[in-house]
T-cell receptor, first 113, second 114 residues
Framework: DAGITQSPRHKVTETGTPVTLRCHQT?????MYWYRQDPGHGLRLIHY???????DKGEVSDGYSVSRSKTEDFLLTLESATSSQTSVYFC????????????FGSGTRLTVV | AQSVTQLDSHVSVSEGTPVLLRCNYS??????LFWYVQHPNKGLQLLLK??????LVKGINGFEAEFKKSETSFHLTKPSAHMSDAAEYFC????????????FGRGTSLIVHP
């Protein structure tokens, strides 16, 4: 999607290894979000950010950490990957102003073996 | 806390017949409501949004939704389904009480038969 990119698009990793996913935006938006998508659960919030160095936990934050040192980048780290973290991860940004919509990246498909 | 319930996990229709995907929400504030569509192995695309203006909202590809505060509903409709409409649809709510963090329903899979 225009203005937001995720990398990598696909990754296979081994149990116990650390993994970092990157979300990059060119819109200079303040709010950024990380979600995971699993069948039957919709999208569930992992962490979100409301500015540089300002982050907070979502409903499924255990085993994940985030960092935002620049407006344009929001990193999601799986500190020690487990098979339960096999999922599709989406990053989103929120437009300016109340009632603004959300733009999503194309997703990262992560498989932990 | 804000929440959203999509009443059907799967909806099956024939091509050319109307589509109805149901969504109920809970919010203590004036909510913003959205419908997103996700085609297989793709990202999420905004279909339409309600942000306290007109209660009948028109979106892309012939979809529309009506905000009904008395029923706390935001159902998605389309007069005539196309094969290309087969996808997963998500109803999303955000409000001031939830810091405008979007909360997703579990999704409705729309199946379109020839």
């Amino acid at each position: 999607d225009a203005g937001i990119t995720q990398s990598p698009r696909h990754k296979v990793t081994e149990t116990g290894t650390p993994v970092t996913l990157r979300c990059h935006q060119t819109e200079n938006h303040r709010y950024m979000y990380w979600y995971r998508q699993d069948p039957g659960h919709g999208l569930r919030l992992i962490h979100y950010s409301y500015g540089v160095k300002d982050t907070d936990k979502g409903e499924v934050s255990d085993g994940y950490s985030v960092s935002r040192s620049k407006t344009e980048d929001f990193l999601l780290t799986l500190e020690s990957a487990t098979s339960s973290q096999t999922s599709v991860y989406f990053c989103a940004i929120r437009g300016q102003g109340e009632g603004s919509g959300y733009t999503f990246g194309s997703g990262t498909r992560l498989t932990v073996v | 806390a804000q929440s959203v319930t999509q009443l059907d996990s799967h909806v099956s229709v024939s091509e050319g017949t109307p589509v109805l995907l149901r969504c109920n929400y809970s919010s203590s504030y004036s909510p913003s409501l959205f419908w997103y569509v996700q085609h297989p192995n793709k990202g999420l695309q905004l279909l339409l949004k309600y942000t306290s203006a007109a209660t009948l909202v028109k979106g892309i590809n012939g979809f529309e939704a009506e905000f009904k505060k008395s029923e706390t509903s935001f159902h998605l409709t389309k007069p005539s389904a196309h094969m290309s409409d087969a996808a997963e649809y998500f109803c999303v709510v955000s409000d001031k009480g939830g810091s405008y963090i979007p909360t997703f329903g579990r999704g409705t899979s729309l199946i379109v038969h020839p």
